[in-house]
């Protein structure tokens, strides 16, 4: 077994983190004032051991500090400083009072960066981005009285919790997170959980939330302490981390996209029950920045409220068997307001004063997050006469804050009389001031989740006996013991759980007839799973080193430079524009710096299969993959600009220049705006230019990729995939139009489809070549271009546009509105580390396409965005896409939709093990033979469809 040489490793990991130290002292020095007082230090490292240990709880590790340094300490790991506060004034005073300032969100690079979850409400910097999520969810969520219009909701899930644990009492852990799953996923997507047994959506809210817990504690992963780290590849020592980063990323990216898809698809069939995630949707049309901002609110909305709920309801049963006391009044005053003929609801709440103070009690004997989320500083502040620097991250010790003596008296004993108010007795702190955050990050679900737990406490203890378990004569005592996590809950526990009285079972029994189960929506969800994005089943391992060292490092450095804006000093070369930009120089500087020193890494580091992003690509494959995506990344970061020449250069007699059609053949969507009319292109011919369309055989009319910005149909460009499909298919010839790209100025949608048409109608009309002898191929952008061509002529008859006789539609670019998304889909896809797609080259394509205003149209229409979108033509279409790239799950989903519409005749081909638009780049990666076996797929499919 082959492995890297300790020398090397010791060498490279020294050398990495003496540049980290380096950068970390060499800081600007501002206030010198004394951080809070704390530990002292080892040098460079600070209190790194000072950090709790795996498995203590960090409310009592943190708790230590305060008889040592007070009420506000600090430790510094690494140059971090981070301030833990034992005091509840000051925790108002700066993350309440002074929430301009503190609200922020630490960038964990583990969490937030590596898992995803920077996209969620919780963990959002303080952005606008943030301030969008929680103005959606105070919509819905901002009260009590708001949130009254989920009663019946609540009502009805808090009766199916009392028939499940009726019939099932052992499995009462499974009902309560699978009742606080249902009435969240209802709330936030319409969605009806199963009746009995497991559910698939809770039960991956259930496994996102457990990673989410272990995700964001700090110190766990060292990769929050030396960035670098993740730098480094999978394999070398201390990177054990990325494989799991990869998991969670996969289970977080399901739990986002299932539940979205399904709405969605709810929706199209007009089937939907009104949501959060529905409204929004509804509200917003087809605005795909805010479709994404909204499909991450609704997944903090669900995740979130679940899980919180959970852990309160676990803590209020394991209390009720310890403190039987407690169980005994509540029940007086139930059975004195309620009585045994119905069971409690939401409007019985101000008439049940002792069960509101035993769900204050719960949130206070112990709080879902005892530590809260981090906050973190945006200014440099002072504190009682500390430093607080700026990026400073913050930790309010809750636990304390609702177990100090001095405020809750027998902090350890559950007394909820301690919140009721009596002659001799004033009521203490409402817990909840403390345990749903504070200032602008307290918890916008709060409302629902705090009437979900009254509800279910006030039904429960109507109905049920809840005590210690006895065991062959011996009583079991539960332990109380809560688990070490950011979301804390208790460790399980047996307990005994059984109807007060025959009264009371068939008071259970009879919530079924006024709240009757609904049919599951479980199988709506695995049809929209089917027809939605989902990782592959069969996605191989690989290296996530592959795409982040050195090209993200690079993209983080120069992003203060992208966009650059319109600068017009160009220097005009033979193929392209290049802006005459500082920070565009820079960037070609960098990017040829870091990657002449990483390609000598590579070379090396490749050599063993087992370390290639897929073990199945061979040596140059894997070297490819890494110089095209180097490549595209550059050409993202400084908008390379293209400049079409209409000169035939080396092409010679095979370039044509091709003039528009007659104005009646550019109708409908391509006649929207006023400014980008049809204008003159140019074309090469493979092998040779026709003398007339008689001289012809089988014509390819192909689009070539590029996400609209970069390419030119020219032997540079499509010669491979010209000359590759003349060898595997019965076509003589192969033309490639020279349509306008969107990255140069007035030429954004539709300028490119009107080429397209400018394009078929010059071999239809102006060569006389008949339809049913042209086969349309596109591949990536150019797939997306061939679409709309096809859509141009099944929806304009009046055009006179005949149908081609089948179309291949290679990795096609299916949805260039969800590319805005920066960060989104496409960094997260499990199949990121096997491709040369970058989401910069997606989004610089989708900006630069982007209609008009004036047009009326976006980039959701039908003829730009195909996914959801299918449409019935005459038209054969075959779909081929690859294995481990990150369009796979879209050309599958493209597959499936436009199969779905009657009459329709469609195919897809696999390339196993493939990556993005192998027609095209197959000579570049090395996919040479991979592409010449799709080619021949291709024209089989012509072939049989004559």
Not at 438 to 449: K, L, S
Not at 546 to 564: D, N, T, V
Not at 637 to 654: A, D, F
Not at 885 to 894: A, F, G, K, R
Request: with cysteine; proline share 8%.
């Amino acid at each position: 077994m082959t492995v890297i040489s300790p020398t090397i490793t010791v060498s490279v990991a020294c050398g990495v983190l003496a540049l980290y130290v380096i950068s970390r002292l060499l800081r600007g020095k501002g206030d010198r004032r004394p951080l809070p007082p704390g530990p002292k230090g080892l040098p460079v490292l600070g209190n790194i051991n000072d950090l709790p240990k795996a498995g203590e709880p960090e409310w009592l590790h943190w708790l230590q500090h305060k008889d040592l340094y007070g009420p506000i300490s600090s430790i510094t790991v690494l140059g971090q400083p981070i301030v833990v506060i034992n005091d509840p004034e000051v925790a108002f005073e700066l993350m309440r009072d002074r929430s301009a300032i503190h609200s922020s969100r630490p960038s964990q690079v583990f969490s937030c960066e590596m898992v995803g979850w920077k996209n969620a409400t919780a963990m959002s910097p303080n952005n606008n981005t943030w301030k969008i999520h929680r103005k959606n969810i105070a919509k819905v969520a901002s009260t009590n009285t708001s949130v009254t219009m989920f009663d019946s909701v609540q009502e009805a899930e808090s009766a199916h919790f009392l028939l499940n644990l009726l019939d099932f009492p052992d499995d009462l852990f499974a009902h309560i997170r699978k009742e606080a799953g249902t009435v969240i996923l209802k709330i936030t997507y319409g969605y009806t959980a199963e009746s009995h047994g497991p559910d698939p959506l809770i039960d991956l809210a259930g496994l996102t939330m457990k990673g989410f817990a272990e995700a964001i504690v700090p110190g766990k992963w060292m990769v929050d302490i030396m960035p670098f780290l993740r730098y480094l590849p999978d394999g070398f020592p201390g990177t054990s981390f990325k494989s799991t980063g990869r998991e969670m990323a996969n289970t977080l990216r399901q739990c986002v996209d299932q539940p979205y898809a399904f709405v969605k698809q709810q929706m199209r069939e007009k089937k939907h029950k009104t949501s959060f995630l529905s409204q929004a949707i509804e509200d917003i049309g087809t605005d795909a920045e805010m479709e994404f901002i909204h499909k991450w609110t609704a997944l903090s909305l669900f995740t979130g409220g679940a899980d919180t709920t959970v852990s309160s309801l676990m803590t209020f049963f394991l209390a009720m068997s310890v403190f039987p006391d407690v169980q005994k009044k509540a029940k007086e005053e139930l059975d004195r307001v309620i009585g045994s003929q119905r069971l409690p609801v939401s409007a019985d709440r101000d008439s049940l004063p002792y069960i509101m103070a035993v769900m204050k009690e719960t949130h206070r004997w112990h709080p879902g997050a005892p530590m809260g989320i981090p906050h973190t500083s945006t200014a440099e502040d002072t504190c009682r006469g500390y430093r607080i620097p700026k990026g400073t991250i913050m930790f309010p010790n809750t636990w304390w804050f609702t177990h100090d003596p001095a405020v809750y008296p027998d902090p350890m004993i559950f007394r909820p009389e301690r919140f009721l108010e009596t002659p001799t007795h004033k009521p203490e702190t409402d817990p909840r001031n403390f345990i749903f955050g504070f200032g602008r990050r307290i918890c916008p679900g709060r409302y629902v989740a705090d009437n979900a737990v009254f509800m279910t406490i006030a039904q429960v203890l109507t109905v049920f006996n809840i005590e210690k378990l006895v065991e062959n004569g011996k009583v079991v005592e539960p332990e109380i013991k809560f688990e070490a996590s950011t979301v804390s809950r208790p460790m399980p526990y047996r307990i005994s759980i059984k109807p007060r009285s025959k009264v009371h079972e068939e008071l259970i029994k009879a919530a079924e007839e006024v709240y009757p189960w609904e049919e599951s929506d479980a199988k709506e969800l695995e049809n929209a799973k089917c027809k939605a994005v989902l990782p592959h089943q069969n996605t191989p391992r690989s290296s996530v080193f592959h795409k982040q060292f050195g090209l993200e490092l690079s993209q983080q450095y120069f992003a203060s430079f992208s966009p650059w804006g319109q600068s017009q000093h160009i220097v005009t070369t033979t193929d392209s524009v290049y802006t005459r930009h500082p920070g565009k120089i820079i960037a070609t500087a960098g990017a040829i710096g870091v990657g002449a020193v990483q390609f000598p890494f590579w070379m090396l580091y490749y050599l063993f299969a087992s370390r290639r992003p897929n073990p199945k690509w061979t040596y140059q494959q894997a070297l490819g993959v890494f110089v095209v995506k180097s490549y595209l990344t550059w050409t993202a970061v400084i908008r390379l600009k293209t400049n079409l020449s209409l000169k035939p250069g080396w092409e010679g007699k095979r370039f044509a220049v091709i003039k528009p059609g007659p104005s009646d053949k550019y109708i409908g969507v391509v006649d929207l705006d006023p400014e980008v009319k049809p204008e003159t292109i140019g074309g090469t011919w493979y092998p040779a230019r026709p003398s007339s369309g008689s001289a012809v055989g089988k014509v390819v009319l192909h689009f070539h990729g590029g996400a609209y910005t970069i390419g030119d149909g020219r032997d540079g460009d499509a010669g491979f995939a010209a000359k590759t499909l003349i060898a595997n298919t019965a076509a003589t010839h192969v033309f490639a139009p020279q349509y306008r790209l969107a990255s140069n100025p007035g030429c954004r949608f539709p300028a490119p489809l009107q080429d397209a048409i400018t394009s078929y109608l010059y071999l239809t009309d102006e060569l006389g070549i008949p339809a049913e002898k042209i086969t349309i191929s596109g591949d990536s952008a150019g797939g997306n271009l061939s679409l709309a061509l096809l859509r141009y002529i099944s929806d304009n008859p009046d055009a006179k546009l005949a149908s081609p006789a089948c179309a291949w539609l290679w990795s096609a670019w299916a949805d260039p509105e969800g590319a805005l998304t920066l960060g989104g889909t496409m960094k997260m896809h499990p199949n990121a580390p096997t491709d040369y797609l970058d989401e910069m080259v997606g989004m610089w394509g989708a900006q630069s396409l982007m209609p008009s205003k004036e047009s009326g149209i976006t980039l959701g229409h039908p003829n730009i965005k195909f996914l959801g979108n299918p449409f019935a033509t005459p038209t054969p279409l075959l779909f081929l896409t690859g294995e481990s790239e990150i369009l796979y799950d879209h050309n599958v989903q493209l597959y499936e939709e436009f199969k779905a519409v009657e009459g329709n005749k469609v195919d897809l081909e696999v390339t196993p093990y493939g990556v993005h638009d192998i027609i095209l780049a197959g000579q570049w990666v090395r996919f040479t033979k991979e592409a010449a076996q799709a080619a021949k797929v291709a024209g089989k499919f012509w072939d049989a469809n004559e």
